[in-house]
């Protein structure tokens, strides 16, 4: 938000954060960002933007992205899954 100059009086962190959760969604399920058309609201946008760059630029991953992935992998490993099926299986 600083990087932005925006005032975090009139657009608090916390609606950052709750609408770049609304547009990760979107994002995961569509593909595509909606068009956007309120100021705020493209500010939101415009920052998870960047959020989403720079983890990319650090290979990096946050908690929503680990659930996910960690979905992703078992869907599509059968052999990982059957690792995983195994260990709980045992415990």
């Not at 959760?21 to 994002?27: N, Q």
């Not at 959020?51 to 650090?58: A, D, F, I, P």
């Not at 290979?59 to 099926?85: H, M, P």
């Amino acid at each position: 938000m600083r990087r932005m100059s925006l005032d975090d009086k009139t657009l608090t962190p916390r609606t950052v954060l709750g609408r770049s959760v609304g547009l990760r969604s979107y994002d995961r399920s569509a593909g595509v960002l909606p068009r956007i058309e309120r100021p705020h609201q493209r500010a939101c946008r415009a920052l998870y933007e960047i959020y989403r760059k720079e983890l990319l630029k650090n290979n990096a991953l946050d908690f929503d992205d680990l659930l996910l992935e960690t979905v992703r992998l078992l869907k599509a490993s059968g052999e990982t899954r059957e690792r995983y099926n195994r260990v709980s299986a045992t415990s």
